[in-house]
């Protein structure tokens, strides 16, 4: 197959598994989004969905979360880890959001990514599931995919996402991303990877990477 015949058969397979796309973490809103992706960061979405609950039923809105100490935020959020980081960071954004803009969160990857605690990916996953604009969000599912199918050799995620851009077609990014994390955490995990399991893999994956996966 060629480069492009993978992404077609990527973007079929995916479509017949997942027709309609569930949205990892839960939310309400283009600021809970925010801040439910901020606490993902090395932290898994089952555990963000058990702590975001706790902490929006005291600050759902960057107004009331400025009426929190970042201690009390911290104590909150801590079993996501990194807390001290992470509540700074909220406590800070939601501030920025209300000085700056109104209490609202701003439909710009360049604004998002200028508050603290924010980087590409969080901006990514905000503009593309709360505001619909056409983004690609690499986290580790979707680097491992690419590299297993053949379709990036990028050595980061940045990279990885630079080859997926070009690859599939833009209209599609924000339905793929979101298909592709589910397909690696149910079909081709990183652990307990499973060859008859994983359709995509064993259909395109490049020979040298299969062969790699087998040993292990």
């Known amino acids: 197959m060629t480069k492009k015949e993978r992404a077609n058969f ?16 839960d939310h309400k809103d283009a600021y809970t989004l925010l801040i439910a992706v901020l606490l993902s960061a090395q932290c898994t979405d089952i555990r963000v969905n058990q702590i975001t609950p706790l902490l929006f039923a005291k600050a759902d809105n960057p107004y009331d979360m400025i009426k929190m100490t970042v201690e009390e935020i911290q104590d909150i959020i801590r079993p ?19 000085d700056k803009y ?34 690609f969000p690499v986290d580790t599912h ?9 379709l990036s050799s990028g050595k980061n ?28 955490r149910e079909y081709s995990p990183a652990r307990g990877w499973n060859l008859e399991k994983d359709i995509i893999t064993r259909t395109i994956g490049n020979k040298k990477i299969l062969a790699e996966l087998v040993k292990k």
């Open 80 to 98: 996501c880890g990194l807390s001290p980081m992470k509540s700074k960071g909220i406590y800070g954004l939601s501030q920025i959001l209300v």
């Open 142 to 150: 979707i680097h491992r995919l690419m590299y297993r199918w053949g």
């Open 157 to 184: 995620v940045v990279e990885t996402e630079r080859d997926a851009k070009k690859i599939f077609p833009e209209e599609l990014w924000n339905e793929l991303h979101l298909q592709m994390i589910w397909y690696g």
């Open 102 to 135: 109104n209490g609202e969160v701003p439909q710009s990857f360049e604004a998002l990514e200028s508050f603290p605690a924010v980087g590409h990916k969080t901006a990514s996953v905000v503009m593309s599931q709360a505001f619909g604009v056409p983004a």
């Open 10 to 25: 990527v973007i079929t397979t995916l479509k017949e598994l997942y027709p309609t796309i569930p949205i990892p973490l």
